[in-house]
Structures are given as structure tokens and as C-alpha cells.
Nanobody, 125 residues
Framework: QVQLQESGPGLVKPSQTLSLICTIS??????????WTWIRQPPGKGPEWMGA???????FYSPSLKSRTSISRDTSKNQFALQLSSVTPEDTAVYYC?????????????????WGQGTQVTVSS
């Protein structure tokens, strides 16, 4: 069974870049089956799909975040990463990494997904 774990700073200052890593176990980042996805949920709001990277390294981004978002992977470490630049307090959220069985922009959990536990990131000076 695939397990995912997010890691990174819990506090980021405005205008800086938020950087998170998702470590995968029980599966390979190059597996044909998965799209590796980032989702966030701000306090009091619904979840938001941010973007994904395919097993071949192709990236896909939410149009609203595309100018500030970068998703990459390290196949040697079986990890993928999220960078969000020029953050503001509105980027405060719980950030999740997940594996989807196919590319999708949905933010809700599906029956064949695997999700990490999520990590709180607060943007504040």
C-alpha cells in the first residue's frame, strides 16, 4: 500500500517561497499507475487542487496558481516537491500530497487515491 508523508517548514514569511516535499513509500514515483498531486485546504474553505506530476515527469498546474507554482520530482529519493512563490497570508492552509490513479483536477478524495496526513503551513511575518 502506498504511503505518503509531507514535510517542510510550518511557517513561511510573506513574499518568500513555500517549499514542501512528499516522500513516497510502498510505491514508485515512476509507476505507470499514479499521478502525484498537491492539494491544499485553507482554514474555513474547501480543498483546492494545485497541480500534479505524472509518472513520466509531465507537470500540470491549476490556472489560478500556475504563475507561482512549481512541482518537481527526485526519482532517486522517491519524492516529489512543491514550491509556491511570493506567498501571502491567503496561502495559509493544510497542504496535502496524494496519488491519483489518473490525472484529475478534483480536490476531493477518491476511492482509489492515497493521501498523506497533511501539513499545516502558516504564512505570517
Amino acid at each position: 500500500q502506498v504511503q505518503l508523508q509531507e514535510s517542510g517548514p510550518g511557517l513561511v514569511k510573506p513574499s518568500q517561497t513555500l517549499s514542501l516535499i512528499c516522500t513516497i513509500s510502498g510505491g514508485s514515483i515512476t509507476s505507470n499507475y499514479y499521478h502525484w498531486t498537491w492539494i491544499r485546504q485553507p482554514p474555513g474553505k474547501g480543498p483546492e487542487w494545485m497541480g500534479a506530476i505524472s509518472n513520466r515527469g509531465s507537470t500540470f498546474y491549476s490556472p489560478s496558481l500556475k504563475s507561482r507554482t512549481s512541482i518537481s520530482r527526485d526519482t532517486s529519493k522517491n519524492q516529489f516537491a512543491l514550491q509556491l512563490s511570493s506567498v501571502t497570508p491567503e496561502d495559509t492552509a493544510v497542504y496535502y500530497c496524494a496519488s491519483y490513479p489518473r490525472l484529475s483536477t478534483r480536490a476531493q478524495r477518491g476511492p482509489d487515491d492515497y493521501w498523506g496526513q497533511g501539513t499545516q503551513v502558516t504564512v505570517s511575518s
